[in-house]
Protein backbone atom coordinates (compact mmCIF):
# COMPACT_ATOMS: atom_id res chain seq x y z
CA UNK A 1 0.00 0.00 0.00
CA UNK A 2 2.55 2.43 1.45
CA UNK A 3 4.21 2.34 -2.66
CA UNK A 4 0.85 3.24 -4.12
CA UNK A 5 1.15 6.43 -6.63
CA UNK A 6 -1.66 8.55 -6.30
CA UNK A 7 -2.69 10.79 -9.17
CA UNK A 8 -4.59 13.99 -8.63
CA UNK A 9 -5.43 16.79 -11.64
CA UNK A 10 -5.93 20.57 -10.37
CA UNK A 11 -8.99 21.26 -9.90
CA UNK A 12 -8.21 24.80 -10.69
CA UNK A 13 -5.39 27.50 -11.07
CA UNK A 14 -3.97 30.53 -9.13
CA UNK A 15 -4.05 34.17 -11.07
CA UNK A 16 -2.27 36.65 -9.31
CA UNK A 17 0.39 39.86 -10.50
CA UNK A 18 1.91 39.23 -7.36
CA UNK A 19 5.92 38.12 -8.40
CA UNK A 20 8.44 37.00 -5.92
CA UNK A 21 8.49 37.65 -2.14
CA UNK A 22 5.18 39.66 -3.14
CA UNK A 23 3.61 36.42 -2.81
CA UNK A 24 4.17 36.61 0.78
CA UNK A 25 1.95 39.51 1.83
CA UNK A 26 -0.65 38.55 3.39
CA UNK A 27 -2.79 42.06 2.19
CA UNK A 28 -2.63 40.95 -1.28
CA UNK A 29 -5.43 39.47 -3.45
CA UNK A 30 -5.31 36.82 -5.76
CA UNK A 31 -7.99 34.67 -7.64
CA UNK A 32 -8.59 31.01 -8.19
CA UNK A 33 -9.71 30.02 -11.26
CA UNK A 34 -12.09 27.26 -10.89
CA UNK A 35 -12.64 24.74 -13.76
CA UNK A 36 -15.47 25.94 -15.04
CA UNK A 37 -16.94 22.49 -15.50
CA UNK A 38 -16.61 22.77 -11.75
CA UNK A 39 -17.74 26.08 -11.14
CA UNK A 40 -21.44 24.33 -9.56
CA UNK A 41 -19.04 22.53 -7.14
CA UNK A 42 -18.72 26.24 -5.33
CA UNK A 43 -21.88 26.74 -4.66
CA UNK A 44 -22.58 27.66 -1.22
CA UNK A 45 -19.10 28.77 -0.78
CA UNK A 46 -19.51 32.54 -0.05
CA UNK A 47 -21.19 31.97 3.02
CA UNK A 48 -17.73 30.71 4.87
CA UNK A 49 -15.21 33.96 5.32
CA UNK A 50 -12.01 31.76 5.54
CA UNK A 51 -11.29 28.84 3.38
CA UNK A 52 -8.46 26.83 3.11
CA UNK A 53 -6.72 26.37 -0.07
CA UNK A 54 -4.56 23.50 -1.09
CA UNK A 55 -2.16 23.84 -3.87
CA UNK A 56 0.70 21.87 -5.57
CA UNK A 57 4.01 23.40 -5.54
CA UNK A 58 4.71 22.59 -8.99
CA UNK A 59 8.43 24.46 -9.27
CA UNK A 60 9.80 22.44 -6.45
CA UNK A 61 11.92 19.39 -7.88
CA UNK A 62 12.48 15.80 -8.19
CA UNK A 63 15.89 16.39 -6.40
CA UNK A 64 14.14 19.34 -3.77
CA UNK A 65 11.77 16.66 -2.73
CA UNK A 66 13.94 14.33 -1.31
CA UNK A 67 15.30 16.84 1.31
CA UNK A 68 14.81 16.01 4.93
CA UNK A 69 15.76 18.54 7.19
CA UNK A 70 16.09 22.27 6.50
CA UNK A 71 16.90 25.51 8.03
CA UNK A 72 13.37 27.62 8.52
CA UNK A 73 13.54 30.30 5.98
CA UNK A 74 17.46 29.01 5.14
CA UNK A 75 18.85 30.94 8.00
CA UNK A 76 21.48 28.83 9.17
CA UNK A 77 21.48 30.88 12.40
CA UNK A 78 18.13 28.95 13.15
CA UNK A 79 18.24 25.16 14.22
CA UNK A 80 17.99 22.51 11.54
CA UNK A 81 14.45 20.75 11.70
CA UNK A 82 12.97 18.01 9.93
CA UNK A 83 10.69 18.96 6.91
CA UNK A 84 7.48 17.79 8.63
CA UNK A 85 8.58 20.39 11.38
CA UNK A 86 8.59 23.36 8.87
CA UNK A 87 6.50 24.75 6.50
CA UNK A 88 8.84 24.68 3.79
CA UNK A 89 8.10 23.79 0.26
CA UNK A 90 10.88 21.55 -0.10
CA UNK A 91 8.85 18.44 0.87
CA UNK A 92 8.33 14.50 -0.49
CA UNK A 93 4.95 15.52 -1.74
CA UNK A 94 5.22 19.52 -2.48
CA UNK A 95 1.46 20.63 -1.37
CA UNK A 96 1.07 24.03 -0.17
CA UNK A 97 -1.62 24.96 2.47
CA UNK A 98 -2.81 28.17 3.23
CA UNK A 99 -6.00 29.84 5.05
CA UNK A 100 -7.62 32.46 3.14
CA UNK A 101 -10.08 35.45 3.68
CA UNK A 102 -12.87 34.71 1.00
CA UNK A 103 -13.71 38.16 -0.58
CA UNK A 104 -15.95 37.31 -3.80
CA UNK A 105 -17.35 34.71 -5.83
CA UNK A 106 -17.92 35.52 -9.36
CA UNK A 107 -19.16 32.00 -11.58
CA UNK A 108 -16.30 29.77 -11.55
CA UNK A 109 -13.90 32.61 -10.05
CA UNK A 110 -12.88 32.87 -6.11
CA UNK A 111 -11.50 36.14 -5.28
CA UNK A 112 -9.21 35.61 -1.76
CA UNK A 113 -6.80 37.58 0.29
CA UNK A 114 -3.44 36.19 1.53
CA UNK A 115 -3.10 33.52 -0.65
CA UNK A 116 1.44 32.71 -1.15
CA UNK A 117 1.22 31.08 -4.28
CA UNK A 118 2.53 32.00 -7.42
CA UNK A 119 0.58 32.49 -10.67
CA UNK A 120 -0.19 29.70 -12.33
CA UNK A 121 -0.18 27.39 -9.26
CA UNK A 122 -1.96 24.41 -9.60
CA UNK A 123 -4.88 24.62 -7.37
CA UNK A 124 -5.62 20.78 -5.58
CA UNK A 125 -8.65 21.60 -3.73
CA UNK A 126 -10.52 24.26 -2.22
CA UNK A 127 -12.26 23.52 1.72
CA UNK A 128 -14.11 25.96 4.05
CA UNK A 129 -12.71 26.89 7.18
CA UNK A 130 -14.75 26.27 10.46
CA UNK A 131 -14.78 26.52 13.98
CA UNK A 132 -12.74 23.28 14.76
CA UNK A 133 -9.58 24.40 12.75
CA UNK A 134 -9.25 26.61 15.76
CA UNK A 135 -6.45 25.88 18.26
CA UNK A 136 -6.65 28.17 21.08
CA UNK A 137 -2.86 28.25 21.86
CA UNK A 138 -0.57 26.58 19.87
CA UNK A 139 2.94 25.55 21.25
CA UNK A 140 5.46 26.29 19.01
CA UNK A 141 9.05 26.11 19.11
CA UNK A 142 11.68 29.47 20.09
CA UNK A 143 12.87 29.63 16.52
CA UNK A 144 9.35 30.49 15.35
CA UNK A 145 8.70 32.70 17.75
CA UNK A 146 11.89 34.34 17.31
CA UNK A 147 11.28 34.75 13.19
CA UNK A 148 7.73 36.46 14.61
CA UNK A 149 9.30 38.94 16.23
CA UNK A 150 11.77 39.89 14.39
CA UNK A 151 8.90 40.11 11.32
CA UNK A 152 6.71 42.44 13.79
CA UNK A 153 9.92 44.82 14.75
CA UNK A 154 10.98 45.03 11.14
CA UNK A 155 7.16 46.35 10.52
CA UNK A 156 7.49 48.93 13.48
CA UNK A 157 10.78 50.48 12.11
CA UNK A 158 9.40 50.63 8.43
CA UNK A 159 8.36 54.27 7.58
CA UNK B 1 -1.45 23.29 -17.22
CA UNK B 2 -4.53 22.64 -16.26
CA UNK B 3 -4.59 19.10 -17.50
CA UNK B 4 -1.29 17.85 -16.24
CA UNK B 5 -1.62 15.10 -14.08
CA UNK B 6 0.34 15.20 -10.29
CA UNK B 7 1.50 12.43 -8.78
CA UNK B 8 2.39 11.44 -5.12
CA UNK B 9 3.56 9.12 -3.24
CA UNK B 10 2.10 8.21 0.49
CA UNK B 11 4.51 9.53 3.28
CA UNK B 12 3.23 7.31 5.68
CA UNK B 13 -0.18 5.87 6.77
CA UNK B 14 -2.74 5.71 9.89
CA UNK B 15 -2.58 2.95 12.19
CA UNK B 16 -5.60 3.23 14.09
CA UNK B 17 -7.94 0.56 15.64
CA UNK B 18 -11.42 3.00 15.33
CA UNK B 19 -13.86 1.62 13.31
CA UNK B 20 -16.71 3.30 11.53
CA UNK B 21 -18.06 6.42 12.82
CA UNK B 22 -15.33 5.67 16.17
CA UNK B 23 -12.69 7.61 13.61
CA UNK B 24 -14.70 10.48 14.52
CA UNK B 25 -14.39 10.67 17.62
CA UNK B 26 -11.83 13.72 18.66
CA UNK B 27 -10.37 12.17 21.35
CA UNK B 28 -9.11 8.85 20.16
CA UNK B 29 -5.72 8.50 19.86
CA UNK B 30 -4.27 7.24 16.69
CA UNK B 31 -0.99 6.52 14.89
CA UNK B 32 0.94 8.01 12.01
CA UNK B 33 3.47 5.61 10.93
CA UNK B 34 6.09 7.40 8.83
CA UNK B 35 8.18 5.57 6.21
CA UNK B 36 11.25 4.68 7.76
CA UNK B 37 13.41 6.07 5.33
CA UNK B 38 11.65 9.92 6.15
CA UNK B 39 11.85 9.68 9.85
CA UNK B 40 14.72 12.41 10.03
CA UNK B 41 11.88 14.90 7.93
CA UNK B 42 10.27 14.45 11.69
CA UNK B 43 13.31 16.14 13.78
CA UNK B 44 11.94 18.46 15.74
CA UNK B 45 8.42 18.07 15.03
CA UNK B 46 7.59 17.32 18.71
CA UNK B 47 8.37 21.20 19.93
CA UNK B 48 4.46 21.92 18.30
CA UNK B 49 1.67 20.91 20.09
CA UNK B 50 -0.79 20.48 16.79
CA UNK B 51 -0.27 19.82 13.40
CA UNK B 52 -2.23 19.51 9.59
CA UNK B 53 -2.44 15.76 8.52
CA UNK B 54 -3.28 15.93 4.59
CA UNK B 55 -4.09 12.41 3.86
CA UNK B 56 -5.75 10.81 0.99
CA UNK B 57 -9.26 9.34 1.37
CA UNK B 58 -8.48 6.03 -0.68
CA UNK B 59 -12.02 4.83 -0.21
CA UNK B 60 -13.74 7.10 -2.54
CA UNK B 61 -14.24 5.99 -6.36
CA UNK B 62 -13.98 7.55 -9.61
CA UNK B 63 -17.93 8.02 -9.55
CA UNK B 64 -17.51 9.77 -6.48
CA UNK B 65 -15.07 11.96 -7.64
CA UNK B 66 -17.36 13.28 -10.05
CA UNK B 67 -19.91 14.80 -7.32
CA UNK B 68 -20.62 18.33 -7.66
CA UNK B 69 -23.14 18.91 -4.95
CA UNK B 70 -23.95 17.18 -1.47
CA UNK B 71 -26.61 18.03 1.53
CA UNK B 72 -24.34 18.19 4.45
CA UNK B 73 -23.96 14.69 6.39
CA UNK B 74 -26.27 13.68 3.61
CA UNK B 75 -29.27 15.29 5.61
CA UNK B 76 -31.57 16.29 2.95
CA UNK B 77 -33.28 18.52 5.75
CA UNK B 78 -29.87 21.12 5.19
CA UNK B 79 -29.68 22.64 1.93
CA UNK B 80 -27.95 21.29 -1.00
CA UNK B 81 -24.31 22.66 -1.29
CA UNK B 82 -20.73 22.56 -3.65
CA UNK B 83 -18.09 20.05 -2.26
CA UNK B 84 -15.73 22.78 -1.67
CA UNK B 85 -18.11 24.72 0.72
CA UNK B 86 -18.61 21.79 2.67
CA UNK B 87 -15.81 19.15 4.45
CA UNK B 88 -17.26 16.03 2.44
CA UNK B 89 -14.96 13.16 1.52
CA UNK B 90 -16.68 13.18 -1.72
CA UNK B 91 -14.31 15.43 -3.45
CA UNK B 92 -12.76 15.95 -7.00
CA UNK B 93 -9.03 15.27 -5.63
CA UNK B 94 -10.53 13.51 -2.37
CA UNK B 95 -7.75 14.77 0.17
CA UNK B 96 -8.63 14.64 3.65
CA UNK B 97 -7.06 17.65 5.84
CA UNK B 98 -7.47 17.36 9.94
CA UNK B 99 -6.00 19.59 12.92
CA UNK B 100 -4.44 16.85 15.60
CA UNK B 101 -3.26 17.28 18.88
CA UNK B 102 0.80 15.88 18.66
CA UNK B 103 0.92 13.64 21.93
CA UNK B 104 4.09 11.92 21.43
CA UNK B 105 6.91 11.08 18.86
CA UNK B 106 9.07 7.54 18.58
CA UNK B 107 11.13 7.22 15.69
CA UNK B 108 8.91 7.25 12.92
CA UNK B 109 5.94 7.12 14.59
CA UNK B 110 3.71 10.09 16.03
CA UNK B 111 0.88 9.45 18.12
CA UNK B 112 -2.25 11.61 17.60
CA UNK B 113 -5.40 13.09 19.12
CA UNK B 114 -8.41 13.62 16.83
CA UNK B 115 -7.37 12.72 13.74
CA UNK B 116 -10.86 11.12 11.63
CA UNK B 117 -8.79 8.66 9.41
CA UNK B 118 -9.42 4.85 8.81
CA UNK B 119 -6.80 2.40 9.82
CA UNK B 120 -4.34 2.24 6.40
CA UNK B 121 -5.30 5.61 5.11
CA UNK B 122 -2.38 6.85 3.18
CA UNK B 123 -0.84 10.44 4.56
CA UNK B 124 0.18 12.97 1.80
CA UNK B 125 2.03 15.21 4.19
CA UNK B 126 2.24 16.30 7.73
CA UNK B 127 2.77 20.08 8.78
CA UNK B 128 3.15 22.44 12.34
CA UNK B 129 0.18 24.43 13.10
CA UNK B 130 1.01 27.89 13.93
CA UNK B 131 -0.82 31.32 15.13
CA UNK B 132 -0.96 31.90 11.54
CA UNK B 133 -3.37 29.37 11.05
CA UNK B 134 -6.28 30.68 14.01
CA UNK B 135 -8.84 32.98 12.24
CA UNK B 136 -10.42 34.74 15.42
CA UNK B 137 -13.99 34.52 14.49
CA UNK B 138 -14.87 32.85 11.47
CA UNK B 139 -18.25 32.78 9.55
CA UNK B 140 -20.01 29.93 9.08
CA UNK B 141 -23.28 29.11 7.00
CA UNK B 142 -26.40 28.35 9.40
CA UNK B 143 -26.46 25.03 8.63
CA UNK B 144 -23.12 24.78 9.81
CA UNK B 145 -24.23 26.31 13.30
CA UNK B 146 -27.48 23.64 13.15
CA UNK B 147 -25.63 20.70 12.70
CA UNK B 148 -22.91 22.07 15.67
CA UNK B 149 -25.91 23.44 17.71
CA UNK B 150 -27.84 19.28 17.82
CA UNK B 151 -24.15 17.81 18.46
CA UNK B 152 -23.79 19.59 21.56
CA UNK B 153 -27.63 18.86 22.90
CA UNK B 154 -26.70 15.46 22.26
CA UNK B 155 -24.07 15.51 24.58
CA UNK B 156 -26.01 17.06 26.93
CA UNK B 157 -28.68 14.30 27.31
CA UNK B 158 -25.94 11.53 26.85
CA UNK B 159 -26.16 9.67 30.35
Not at 42 to 58: A, K, P
Not at 82 to 107: D, M, S, Y
Not at 121 to 137: A, G, H, N, R, S
Request: proline share 8%; with cysteine; hydrophobic share 40%.
Amino acid sequence: MISQLIVMKPVGYVRTQALGDEVKDRNRTSEIIVQPEMAAALNGICEFSHLYVIFWLHEISEEERLTKKVHPRGRSDLPLVGVFAVRTNQRPNPIGLTVVELLKVEGNVLMVRGLDAFDGTPVLDIKPYDPWDIVKEPKVPHWWRKLEEEKNQKKQTEP
